[in-house]
Structure formats: C-alpha cells, structure tokens
C-alpha cells in the first residue's frame, strides 16, 4: 500500500509511452462489470479524469455529479486526475463545485501541479519558458519562469502547457530556436485533441510532435500517460492499484496507460471518444460504460462499500 503523498516529486516518461498489448473492440455491447484482466473484484479507490467524463466545456454530463454523490455516500476515496493546462486546482474545484460536484481542491489532482513537482526536483532553479493557454501559475510554486526570447533572459527548459491562442507561431518559433541552443522539452501531456461545446480541438500534442522532429530531441512528459502521474495519483490517496479505478474518456493516455500499472481502467463512451480510436487502440479496457453516470452500477462497485 503506498503511503498518502499529496502532489510531490515525481517522475516523467520520456517520448511516446510504451506500447500495450493489442486488443479488439468487438467484446460486447457493453462490456459492464466483467473484469477481464483478472484483477481483484474489490475496489478501494476511483481516478476521474474531468474533460469528457464529468463535464464538457465545464457543463456536467446528464447524471455525473448524481453518480459522484452516490460514489461519496459509499466512502469511496476519489482523485479527480486531469491533463487541464487552462486553469489552477483551485479554479478547477470551484468550477465543478458551482456545477453540483461535492469536490474540494484537495481532491484534485493537475499536470501543471505535477509538473511543477518535477521541475523543482530534476531542474531546480532553472529557467523555464511557458507556452500554456490559460493561467497555471498559481499551480508553478517555486518554478522560475522567464518571458520572451532575448538572449539574456534564454530558458534552460521549454515547458509546453496546453495548446490554444499562445501556441501562435512567433512562441513555437521562439521554442525551436531555445531547444536549438540545448534548453530541454518538456511537455505537461501531449494529447492530440479534446472535446469543447463546439467539438474536438486540436491539443498540444499536434504542435510537439512537430517540435520535437524539427528540433531533434524527445519531450519529458509529465502529466497523464506517465506512470509516475498515476503513481503521484494513488500515493495522494494511498491507495493500492489493484483496488484502484481508473475511469476516462481517452482510451490511450487515461485507461490503457493505467492499467498498465495495474489499475482498472474503465472507459466511457462521452468527450473524445470515438469508435474507431476505440477499434485503433493498442489494447482492450476492462470495462467500457457509455457515460460516467452509468458508473454505479458497476456490479459489485458500490456493494462491497457496505
């Protein structure tokens, strides 16, 4: 059993996470509540991811905050685990807060967060430039961060947050040129799209994967798929992977790459999903629910609470 850890050092993976093994979609209509893996039935803790699975555009999903609530009566220690760049664990509490979620920023669980842990730990007292859409500094406790591209002020560590509006080309330029002079990548995730009202939206990792080429050199990734986000993830709630859930929208970075490190991963069919990433993907989730409403129901999730 890991011990409680609230949001500390921990470490990155390098480039590209490992590859899984293959599997097929086609295993069912639902797939609920059969746990093909093999691992234990009990389950004593529960990771959400929040984009796509508990809210889209910050609007809650029809039955997600009643489904958390039926999750908090029963005991269950939750962390909610998310690659969002746009916003402090603070502002993301007080969002779903306001959207009916009983959730506190204790609960919460960011990239920016854990990246500021990693950053302090294998580069302290760097330099470091932020390309991130959205405010994260509150988050980037005891990070230098320095602006512009004049020599003076040149970054030893490129930090790419979430794409949007600052991922301009002047700022990838301005990259390309530091990582040209040996400053270091790394990179707050390097997912490819994300769900908003308005659809799928190109994500940072559409922008790095072109860097790194150009550039020549591999991001150190720290938010989710590295095992060591998942592993910061139950060390916050001491919890042991084998009795952990670990429920997203994103097969690839939430549910293959955590049960990888032995966790139940349970994907749902809202936000990102799509079916042909589903038939695509390099493995086959435990569960496959259509929203995280459906959760509950999960024979045996809410009974062996009692």
Wanted: aromatic share 6%.
């Amino acid at each position: 059993m890991l011990r409680r850890n609230p949001i500390c050092g921990c470490f990155a993976t390098r480039g590209r996470s490992v590859v899984g093994r293959r599997g097929s979609m086609e295993r069912g209509p639902m797939e609920r509540g059969r746990m093909e893996s093999g691992r234990s039935a009990r389950i004593g803790a529960v990771l959400i991811d929040i984009d796509g699975v508990l809210t889209v555009s910050w609007k809650p999903l029809p039955g997600a905050p009643e489904a958390m609530e039926r999750l908090r009566a029963a005991g269950l220690p939750l962390a909610l685990v998310t690659n969002n760049t746009s916003r402090s664990r603070a502002s993301i509490a007080a969002k779903l807060a306001r959207a009916g979620f009983p959730v506190g920023v204790d609960d919460i669980l960011t990239a920016p967060a854990v990246t500021a842990a990693y950053l302090r730990e294998h580069y302290p007292g760097a330099r470091c430039l932020l390309i991130n859409t959205g405010d994260v500094r509150d988050d980037l406790e005891g990070v230098t961060l320095v602006e512009g591209v004049e020599e003076d002020v040149a970054p030893d560590v490129v930090v790419f947050g979430g794409a949007g509006s600052a991922f301009g080309y002047d700022a990838l330029n301005a990259a390309f040129r530091h990582l040209q002079r040996g400053a270091r990548l790394v990179a707050m995730h390097r997912n490819l799209y994300w769900r908003t009202a308005g659809g799928l939206d190109l994500d940072t990792g559409a922008f790095l994967l072109g860097l790194e080429r150009a550039a020549r050199v591999e991001a150190e990734v720290t938010g989710k798929p590295a095992e060591a986000f998942f592993a910061t993830a139950l060390a916050h709630l001491g919890a042991d992977p084998a009795e952990t859930l670990m429920v997203g929208d994103d097969i690839e970075s939430d549910v293959l790459a955590a049960q990888r490190v032995g966790i139940t991963g349970v994907l749902v069919r809202t936000g990102k999903y799509l079916p042909e990433t589903h038939r695509a993907a390099d493995g086959t989730p435990d569960h496959v629910l259509d929203s995280f409403a459906d959760l509950p129901g999960l024979p045996g999730l809410l009974e062996r609470q009692e």
